[in-house]
C-alpha cells in the first residue's frame, strides 16, 4: 500500500465585513470552518470578522458568534465606514499568508479551498478565483441576467470568489474606501493595470445568496458608482501614457476551450495565388476557425472560384478600396475573439495558429502574437537587384500574415489606416506598440511568403513615400 504524504498549505486569513447583519453570518462562518481542507486538518484558518458600527439589535448575534466560534477575531468600527475600510481593517490586522474574503450574507462551496490552493503554487501566480453560484431566496425576484449555464454560475468581479496572496497588499492594492460601492470592480482594474498574474477556474467558488437586500441587486449604473470607477481606470491609463491591453475575465481561465478564430483574407484579382493560401488554413492543426476572404473588387472571377471550391469561406464583397479597408471590412464581420490574416500570397505552417494561441493563452497580457517567416521564389522569376537576400532567410515577421491578435487590441487601436496603400502594416505595428500593447514572437518558422514580382508590399518607391510620411508623423506625436 501506498503511503501518499499530505501537503500542508500557508495560512489562510479569511475577512468578513458585517453590518447589521444577523444568522446568515453563521451560515457564511460554516462555510469557512467546514472547508474540507480545514477538517482535514491540512488548513490552518486566521478568521476576521470586522463589525461596520453595527446597530444594537446586531449585537447579541455577535456575541454568539464568539461563543460559538472562538477562533474567530471581532474587530470593530466605532463608526460605520463602508466595506472597503472593513477589508483593509481586516487586511491590516491579517496574519496569513494567504487572503481571502466573504461577504456575511454568502457561503463558500465546502471545496472552495481545495480547488484554489494549488492554482497559488506557481509562485509567481497572486490570485486565483473560480465562478459565482447564484442562489435565490424563495419568494425572490428572478434577476434579469443571462447566466452562463444551468447551474446558475456567472464568471465575474467579486472577491468572496477569490483567494489572494498577501504580498500583493504590501503593493498599495488597499481598497479604495471613497467608494460605497463597487470597490471590488475599482480593485480589480488595478490588479489588472498592474499585470498581476491572475488564474481562474471553471469550478464554482462562491454561493452568492440573493435574498432581495443586497447591496447591489437592483441598483443603476450610477448607483453602483460604475461611471466613476471606469472614469479613475481612464485617468491612471491616461497619466502613464500608454493604454496597456486590459484582458477580458474569460482570458484568466485555466480551463478555457479553444475560442473561434476568424482568419481574414484580402482578395483583389488573386484566383491563381489564392489556392496555396486557403489550402493552408485547410491544413492547421488549431480546428476552431472561420475563414472571411473578402473580395476588394476583383474582376478576375476568384470570389466565386472560391465559393464554387471552398465552401467553408465566407466571402464578404467590396468596391476596391485597398487591402487595409478589406482588413477592417473582415474586422468588422468577424465573429472571432481573436483574428489571424492572411495574404493571398502567403501560406501559413500546419501549426501556425496553434502555437500562437497557445502564447495569447497563457499570457492574458499578451495582446498580439507573431512569428518566423522567409521568402519563397515563384520558379522563373527574377528577383530585382533592390531585394534584400536576408529574407530570404528565417527571420520574424511583423507582416499582417505573421500576426495572431486579441479583436480588442485592434478595436483599441482603430483598425489600419485606409489611408496607406502599402504601409498600412508596418504602421498598425507602431500603433500596437505606442499604446503599449504586450507582445510576444512564436521563434519557429509558420509563414512562407511567395515572391512573384507583383507583391505590392515590396513597391519600394511607395513604401518609402508613405514610411517618411509615418516618420513625419511620429515626430508630430500622431
Known sequence: MTNYIQMHYPRISVIIPTHNNGPELFNALQSIVGQDLVCNGRCELDIIVVNDASGAAAQPFLQQLMERYPQVRLIAHDTQKGPAAARNTGIRAARGELISFLDADDEWPLNKLSLLLPLLEDPEVDVAGGKIKYLLQEGTPELHMRYEDDENRLSHVHLGALLVRGRIFQQAFFFDESLNYSEDIDWWLRLKEQQVKIVLLEATTLLYHVHGSNMSVHKSIKELQLLKVLHKAAQRRKNS????HIPQLKDYRVQKEDPLISIILPLYNGKDLVIKSIGSVLD???????????????????????????????????????????????????????????????????????????????????AFVTCN??????????????????????????????????????????????????????????????????????????????????????????????????????IRNQ
Open 373 to 474: 517567416q522567409y521568402f519563397v521564389c515563384e520558379q522563373d522569376v527574377v528577383l530585382p537587384a533592390n531585394f534584400s537576400e536576408k529574407l530570404l532567410e528565417e527571420h520574424r515577421g511583423l507582416v499582417p500574415s505573421a500576426l495572431l491578435i486579441r479583436k480588442q487590441a485592434l478595436l483599441q487601436v482603430h483598425n489600419f489606416d485606409e489611408s496607406l496603400d502599402v504601409s498600412s502594416d508596418f504602421e498598425l505595428i507602431r500603433r500596437l506598440r505606442k499604446a503599449g500593447l504586450g507582445e510576444k514572437n512564436v521563434e519557429q518558422l509558420l509563414l512562407r511568403k511567395w515572391y512573384h514580382g507583383a507583391n505590392a508590399s515590396l513597391n519600394k518607391a511607395a513604401l518609402r513615400k508613405e514610411i517618411l510620411g509615418l516618420l513625419h508623423r511620429q
Open 241 to 244: 501614457i500608454q493604454m496597456n
Open 284 to 366: 492547421q492543426s488549431y480546428l476552431n476557425w472561420e475563414l472571411l476572404v473578402v473580395d476588394d473588387g476583383s474582376t478576375d472571377g476568384g470570389a466565386g472560384f472560391i465559393s464554387s471550391r471552398y465552401p467553408q469561406a465566407r466571402i464578404i464583397r467590396q468596391a476596391n478600396a485597398g487591402v487595409a479597408a478589406a482588413r477592417n471590412k473582415g474586422i468588422e464581420n468577424a465573429r472571432g475573439e481573436v483574428i489571424a490574416f492572411l495574404d493571398q500570397d502567403d501560406e501559413w505552417m500546419p501549426d501556425k495558429l496553434r502555437l500562437q494561441w497557445e502564447v495569447l493563452k497563457q499570457d492574458p497580457y499578451c
